[in-house]
DNA sequence: TACGATT
């Protein structure tokens, strides 16, 4: 009996956190297809749309369309403009780079700003780090266009959707109504199934509006209930916002007792999965109190936990780093150590990471990787300076 | 083959 309660009460814990951890999801979502999103496709990752030919005529390529400034959206909740700047500085010099904060929380609204000096690095960032898993978000690079207020208040909230209608069929509906920006269907973050829950941005307000007059009320083709369709809400709303992410972050999660350490832990392994598909990482038991017991702080130093990355290819370069470990947690700087003359990489580097439960698991997950026709060394750095 | 500094 006593297990079964465990397991339950596990059971529920570890649904609310993915709930939980969804809203905010959600939230950040609205915020930032509200916000001056990308314009341009939406349907996978990789080095998609690099023209800024999204926005209407008028408006776009009059004075400058930069060809230096970025948006990233879909940043994790707990990541600086340092970080940002970090990350995207691996790529090439940055002129100017700002994280975009609640006024009222400070909290991050999940994405920025990066604006190169060359055109050529803004283009190289979209090719290397659209796409990039941070944690349990995937970013997204683009062009950022300049605002305008034909294209504010366009994103919709679609609800009572059949569970069975892919993001492809909800793009179909609503493509008669103008040009779809980024869409959106709901899964529950354990099962996978849709909660029948979604957004559809379009391109411009009126397309929205039509979409409204439209398919509110109405049932899609094949379906047996009628769906709302409503404008989503406007971010303008934090209260619930700054409630949720003050939850989120919680000393419950912070300083897990074990119950929510099991519950994190099943959160990271589905992470891990969804970050890099199978088998790509034996499967892992780590336990963060008897790992740390063994381990005299090393690689430890205030600022995070250190870890050493050897056997690194000489072109290796930041970005590989930061896509190796930032799907682990929180990263907060990565370097790669090159010879001064050739500047090759001389085989290796090193990553800080915040949290120790979440460096360890990124060792036992990349001690031994693959990369290349490398097989890397990873662990937590040491003070040894090559001696003998 | 092995543990950082041209800010």
Known sequence: ILLVGFTIV????????????????VIAAMETQLSNGPTCNNTSNGPSTISNNCSSPVESGSIEDSKTNLIVNYLPQNMTQEELKSLFGSIGEIES???VRDKITGQSLGYGFVNYVDPKDAEKAI????????QTKTIKVSYARPSSASIRDANLYVSGLPKTMTQKELEQLFSQYGRIITSRILVDQV????????????DRRVEAEEAIKGLNCQKPPGATEPITVKFANNPSQKTSQALLSQLYQSPNRRYPGPLAQQAQRFRLDNLLNM????????????????SLAGINIPGHAGTGWCIFVYNLAPDADESILWQMFGPFGAVTNVKVIRDFNTNKCKGFGFVTMTNYDEAAVAIASLNGYRLGDRVLQVSFKTNKTHKA
């Open 97 to 99: 780079c700002k994280l």
């Open 275 to 290: 970050a890099y598909g199978v088998k790509r990482f034996s499967p892992m038991a780590i336990d963060g109190v008897t």
């Open 10 to 25: 596990q059971g529920l814990l570890s649904n609310k956190l993915a709930l939980m951890d969804e809203i905010l999801q």
């Open 127 to 134: 090719n290397t780090l659209n796409g990039l898993r941070l």
């Open 191 to 202: 099962t996978g199934v849709s909660r029948g829950v979604g957004f559809i941005r379009f």
